[in-house]
């Protein structure tokens, strides 16, 4: 029973996606909820599954065309296909022979073909890393690689004629090999990461970004992670990191100063009394921000499991839409990368975005004393369309004050 595979609603933020890659070939048995086609928006990537065991009978729109929501990009035949584990008998021969596979030069690409003819290659013998086994300019020079390299010293260059073999003799500065080809790699930008630089510069440009920065004493975080990680574990069922803490500072500082949990539409202000924080994760694809949503009526412990579920979704691709919309504040971590000091940029339509750095030991005067503790800085880029320096300036004061005495965060003080 043939069925149509389509594409998903997109919501109304996104107005399109692009086929990225199809895991199944046509006429490639598949079996129910085995991944077919993957879906770029300029937010997530997409799976689709299959619906049923059966089999693809018809791919409708490639890799790379652009389709909108629901729209039928395939066919799928439907029932049990039985997969055979006998070769076909030339794809059998070609394997037991490799010098004789015989490729289609018409097939190759301009340079590739250009390339094999100076040569005088024999393309069979070439593996391919293309797409489908494809053979590439890249693949056909490193191939060639030794044989210039044999050629330019050998005595057979010398003696070509058959003549007794005559005493080569070497420059002081030593033979002249070829020069490796500088190569270029041209790819075009995923949907994704045009749509963060296109953000990006939006966000750039339209807002009067300003930074304001702090320090914080790491300490009392790390004694406290350090008497309580164990029970904290066994309660939770994951490990007490340092995010939590800054979400729930972050939370009372929004609570007190309105404005930094705010959004600008047009000509007006929005409010918002809840609470979904962005926090910024770093795939393949570029960087992407999932929210946690009411973070005010969240627990240290659930804060920590959603974002160990995030960055886990995240490394497999599976981040989904409705983990990616909204939210009202950000914070984007760059000490896990060893970043020492950034000016973050906001994230529109919010009005401002936290930046947290690499935790690292530096002497200190504590009550007259240098002390050596561990520090980070603290970064807030913030919108002073919307918020006064002053207001900023207050905001992360409050959020260094939390974060140095975890204490007030239980006691809401």
């Given at each position: 029973m043939a069925k149509e595979i389509?594409?998903?609603?997109?919501?109304?933020s996104v107005a399109d996606g692009t086929v990225a890659t199809w895991h199944k070939k046509v006429g490639e048995p598949v079996a129910r909820d085995e991944l077919l086609v993957?879906?770029?928006?300029?937010?997530?990537?997409?799976?689709?599954?299959?619906?049923l065991d059966g089999v693809l009978t018809e791919i409708l729109q490639e890799e790379?065309?652009?389709?909108?929501?629901?729209q039928v990009i395939a066919t799928f035949e439907e029932g049990t296909v039985a997969v055979s584990n006998d070769e076909p008998a030339e794809q059998s021969k070609n394997k037991s022979k490799p010098a004789d596979k015989a490729i289609d030069e018409q097939s190759l690409s301009p340079a590739v073909r250009k390339l094999v003819v100076e040569h005088g290659i024999n393309a069979a013998l070439i593996t391919g890393s293309g797409k489908g086994g494809r053979i590439t300019k890249e693949d056909v020079l490193e191939y060639i690689k030794p044989?210039?390299?044999?050629?330019?010293?050998?005595?057979?260059?010398?003696?070509?004629?058959?003549?007794?073999?005559?005493?080569?003799?070497?420059?002081?500065?030593?033979?002249?090999?070829?020069?490796e080809e500088r190569i270029e790699r041209r790819v075009p930008m995923t949907r994704l990461r045009a749509r963060i630089a296109e953000r990006l510069v939006n966000s750039q440009n339209d807002a009067a970004i300003l930074t304001t920065f702090n320090e914080v004493n790491m300490k009392p975080i790390m004694d406290m992670r350090k008497?309580?990680?164990?029970?904290?574990?066994?309660?939770?069922?994951?490990?007490?990191?340092?995010?939590?803490?800054?979400?729930?500072?972050?939370?009372e500082a929004l609570k007190n100063f309105p404005a930094v949990n705010a959004s600008i539409d047009g000509n007006d202000v929005v409010y918002h009394n809840y609470y979904d924080i962005g926090v910024a994760v770093s795939t393949e694809r570029g960087l992407v921000v999932p929210v946690l949503r009411d973070t005010d009526k969240m627990s240290m412990g659930e804060v920590e499991s959603k974002i160990v579920d995030?960055?886990?979704?995240a490394r497999d691709g599976k981040l989904g839409l409705e983990d990616m919309m909204g939210g009202t504040f950000s914070i984007s971590n760059g000490g896990i990368f060893g970043s020492l000091l950034s000016t973050p940029i906001i994230n529109p339509p919010q009005t401002a975005i936290l930046g947290m750095h690499k935790i690292q030991p530096r002497p200190m005067a504590v009550d007259g004393e240098v002390v050596i503790l561990p520090m980070t800085y603290l970064a807030l880029s913030y919108d002073h369309r919307l918020i006064d320096g002053k207001e900023a300036v207050r905001f992360l004061v409050m959020v260094k004050e939390l974060v140095e005495d975890p204490a007030r965060l239980l006691l809401e003080i």
């Open positions: 389509k594409a998903p609603q997109f919501p109304e993957d879906i770029e928006t300029d937010k997530v990537v997409i799976e689709i599954v299959a619906p790379g065309a652009v389709i909108e929501s629901n044989s210039k390299a044999e050629k330019s010293v050998s005595p057979e260059v010398v003696n070509k004629d058959s003549k007794p073999a005559q005493e080569l003799t070497i420059p002081a500065g030593g033979l002249a090999l070829p020069e008497s309580y990680q164990d029970q904290f574990v066994a309660a939770h069922g994951v490990k007490l990191g340092f995010m939590s803490f800054f979400v729930r500072s972050v939370v995030f960055g886990g979704k």
